[in-house]
């Protein structure tokens, strides 16, 4: 199985600043069609999670364009530009290039 | 409205069965994939089962191979899950997801339903 690995499980930001929330995975989400297949996905609290990115760099319909995408091969990030308390919750990567599909463990996004 | 509902779930036994069931509503549910995400008390997410759109095609988690099983009817706009020899750790609030449709591009689990809790004790 692809192990996915989220490098922290705690993220404090100040309100309007930048934050970086990584994912690695154990081998390449790369796909012959030229896809990677790692998402994004935010729930917040007392919520059922949210599609904000997929395929590594295509935001979701309704997301806001202060998220973003990145990455290749193994190692993938998602950065919000401003953060605002709206965004507070647990940020989860999740790899669908085989079955099973597999989540990171998580990352808290807490405002200071 | 698009969304999902999930249902059937509650306090059973360890050792003992539950089916839980996902309906959909407000779009073509026989051409979509239907995945099963679960969340143990406050653990993260950990995906469990998915069944392709006609049915022909599951896949499981490791942790639940052998016990659950996953099943669709396209007539009814409903997916289930089948859950035997429940233990302790499946306790869990479950959410079934909407996947990709074949035929379209792809967009991750779109669409989530509140989830159905499962205590096994």
Not at chain 2, 92 to 106: F, I, K, L, Q
Request: hydrophobic residues 35%.
């Amino acid at each position: 199985d692809i192990v996915m690995t989220q490098s922290a499980l705690s993220l404090p930001v100040t309100p309007g600043e930048p934050a970086t929330i990584s994912c690695r995975s154990s081998q390449s989400l790369l796909h012959s069609n030229g896809n990677h297949y790692l998402d994004w996905y935010l729930q917040k609290p007392g919520q059922s999670p949210q599609v904000l990115m997929y395929l590594g760099s295509n935001r979701a319909s309704g997301v806001p364009d202060r998220f973003s995408g990145n990455g290749s091969g193994t190692d993938f990030t998602l950065r919000i530009s401003r953060v605002e308390a709206e965004d507070v919750g647990v940020y989860y990567c999740l790899q669908s290039l085989e079955s099973p599909n597999t989540f990171g463990q998580g990352t808290r996004l807490e405002i200071k | 409205q698009v969304q999902l509902v999930e249902s059937g779930g509650g306090a059973v036994q360890p050792g003992r069965s539950l089916r839980l069931s996902c309906t959909a509503s407000g779009f073509s549910f026989s051409t979509h994939a239907i995945h099963w995400v679960r969340q143990a008390p406050g653990k993260g997410l950990e995906w469990v089962a998915v069944v392709w759109f006609d049915g022909n095609n599951k896949f499981y988690a490791e942790s639940v191979k052998g016990r659950f099983t996953v099943s669709r009817d396209n007539s009814a706009n409903t997916a289930y899950l089948q859950m035997n020899s429940l233990r302790a750790e499946d306790t869990a609030v479950y959410y079934c997801a909407r996947g990709p449709n074949p035929w379209s591009n792809y967009y991750g689990m779109d669409i989530w339903g509140l989830g159905t809790t499962v205590t096994v004790s």
